[in-house]
């Protein structure tokens, strides 16, 4: 077929209608204005009450403990996810089968069963002792004294998380090329100059992302520690409702306290990655940075002087 | 001392598992000696390369660097792996230009020059970037000194890591095939730049596929093929005089009638 070829321009060109998407639409409007109506003229939500207690200070106080153990627990987390990451990558056969070892177990059984191994230590060790096995201790306690609950409470998630973040350390350090350690070696730099000065600071591109997931999941695993009567913010909260009854609206006010610091957890993160991503991603140029993978090897002669 | 050679291969022998890739390599480098490694592709010449840095250990053999046992140290009469803050020491001795330029993408330029001399030789940061920016001069990248390897073409980010390299002042430069990796037009860029370094003296092992480039640049010529050298000689006794068959077919291959 020929047709006459009047002079055609795309750029006025307007979007195909597609009925799925209208479908689609429609059944999301009616499941959200369904939710909406279901809480505003539910009779237990309470508003009033909600707002009452988000700001109570019980609430706040164990809203503190959550923010403290979650840092806590991921702090040392990670120190121990970086010691059993180069573990598991070391040569030394012994080292990094201890490594397997200690991420296998941990990864294997429950944090709530941890958690309460921890609880309960004083069970299987009463007793703490420093010295020569078989002579008299140097130092010796209670392991009462040692591991309250909420001393347990951080060994057990600590623990547990130091096997997650094992992994996520190890890909991210698996993630930077061979040849950015021959580079430094060949530069005279040391082992440890290598891992800390070249190896790490690109490997944290990959480890953030998943490292602010564990984040979140710490944040939200801390309200484990209810059964261990440690007071986080999700046992003030039920504290509360088992002596008023307010079940629904103090299960709403743990709710959005988890939800207001993840939120400020998720800016967190992508300012963290921004920081990692230096040089790996480009540079503003007047438009929206855009990854490198495309434009790795090209040269770059509308960059030159636009970012002075 | 004074009588060794810079840089003495000595019967090296490399194995990846099974398979023997350098079988008895002896090569002698003296200062200021530009010596260009030819051979086809699974030579061995990238790996000789490399266990010169000691980025691979060798199975046989012994590499000395300035007269000194690189890698080992005799202990009464048997020889024991050399302290890891030693070796870190030999390696300064030579720099190392690798094909896929290996910058370090997370610092710009200039802190890719200034790096290992603040960090392994104590300069001063003021100083080492004075260094670092004269260097980036030198090989014609002045302007980029604030620009990331990422937003640099091949042939820039190769003469970046050449002066990264230079920064650390080396008796000796190691090239493993400089050029592979570019586009052909970026190519004299570097190669440039590796000529200027010839002409001023400094010591150079090159391995490469640019045949017109070693016969204008090499004092000797290698010639390897199979985990072994075959032929040394002047790039005239290379390239034309050469009367060895296996060497005839490889300059064959890469277009030069012998």
Redesign the interface.
């Known amino acids: 077929m020929t047709m006459t070829q009047a002079t055609i321009d795309v750029a006025g060109a307007r979007r195909r209608q597609r009925p799925g998407q209208w479908i689609a639409t429609v059944v999301v409007l009616i499941f959200a204005a369904l939710l909406v109506w279901t809480f505003a003229t539910n009779p237990t939500v309470e508003w009033p009450v909600i707002g009452k207690y988000l700001i109570f200070p019980a609430i706040l106080q164990g809203l503190w403990t959550t923010i403290w153990l979650t840092v806590a627990s991921m702090v040392a987390g990670i120190a121990g996810g970086i010691v059993l990451a180069t573990a598991r990558m070391s040569n030394s056969r012994l080292v990094k089968a201890a490594a397997d070892v200690y991420v296998w177990f941990f990864r294997g059984t429950p944090t709530l069963v941890q958690l309460i191994f921890w609880y309960n230590i004083a069970i299987f060790l009463p007793q703490v002792d420093i010295g020569i096995p078989g002579q008299t201790p140097w130092i010796s306690m209670s392991t009462n004294a040692l591991i309250n609950p909420l001393m347990a409470a951080f060994l057990g998630l600590a623990l547990n998380e130091a096997a997650y973040m094992c992994e996520v350390v190890r890909g991210g350090l698996l993630s930077v090329p061979p040849g950015q350690a021959e580079a430094a070696q060949s530069l005279g730099l040391s082992a440890r100059k290598t891992f800390l000065q070249v190896i790490l600071p690109q490997a944290m591109r990959a480890i953030v992302p998943p490292t602010g997931n564990q984040v979140i999941m710490m944040l939200k695993g801390t309200s484990l520690v209810s059964v261990m009567a440690v007071t986080d913010l999700f046992y003030s909260a039920q504290g509360i409702y088992v002596t008023n009854g307010k079940v629904i609206p103090l299960l709403i006010v743990a709710s959005i306290w988890y939800l207001i610091i993840t939120s400020l957890l998720y800016v967190l993160q992508s300012r963290t990655e921004k920081r990692f991503g230096r040089g790996l991603v480009r540079r503003k140029v007047g438009r929206a940075a855009k990854p490198i993978g495309a434009i790795a090897l090209q040269p770059t002669p509308d960059f030159e002087g636009t970012t002075k | 001392m004074t009588a060794a050679p810079l840089l003495r291969a000595d019967k090296v022998v490399k194995k990846f598992g099974h398979t023997t890739v350098l079988k008895s390599v002896s090569l002698e480098i003296e200062r200021g000696e530009v010596v260009v490694l030819i051979g086809p592709s699974g030579a061995g010449k990238s790996t000789f390369l490399r266990t010169l840095?000691q980025?691979e250990d060798i199975d046989g053999g012994a590499i000395y660097i300035g007269g000194e046992l690189a890698g080992y140290e005799l202990h009464g009469d048997h020889v024991v792996h050399l302290h890891?803050?030693e070796v870190?020491?030999q390696?300064?001795r030579?720099?190392?230009v690798?094909q896929?330029f290996?910058?370090?993408?997370?610092?710009?330029a200039l802190q890719n020059i200034s790096?290992?001399p603040i960090?392994?030789k104590g300069v001063k940061p003021a100083d080492a970037r004075a260094t670092a920016m004269r260097l980036l001069e030198r090989v014609g990248l002045g302007?980029h000194a604030?620009?990331?390897?990422?937003?640099?073409?091949?042939g820039?980010q190769q003469r970046v890591?050449i002066a990264?390299?230079l920064a650390?002042e080396p008796d000796i430069l190691l090239f493993d095939e400089p050029t592979s990796a570019l586009?052909p037009e970026l190519v004299d860029d570097v190669l440039k730049v590796m000529r200027e370094l010839s002409t001023q003296g400094q010591t150079m092992i090159i391995v490469t596929h640019e045949m017109g480039f070693a016969r204008d640049v090499a004092d000797r010529v290698v010639f390897m093929t199979e985990g072994e050298i075959r032929e040394v000689g002047t790039p005239d006794q290379i390239f034309l005089g050469s009367t060895n068959e296996r060497l005839r077919a490889f300059l064959g291959s890469v277009g030069i009638a012998a």
């Open positions: 840095n980025l890891e803050k870190t020491r390696r300064r030579l720099g190392m690798f896929q290996n910058l370090f993408p997370h610092m710009t790096h290992a960090n392994v302007d604030d620009h990331y390897p990422s937003e640099l073409s091949g820039q890591a990264r390299a650390m586009d």
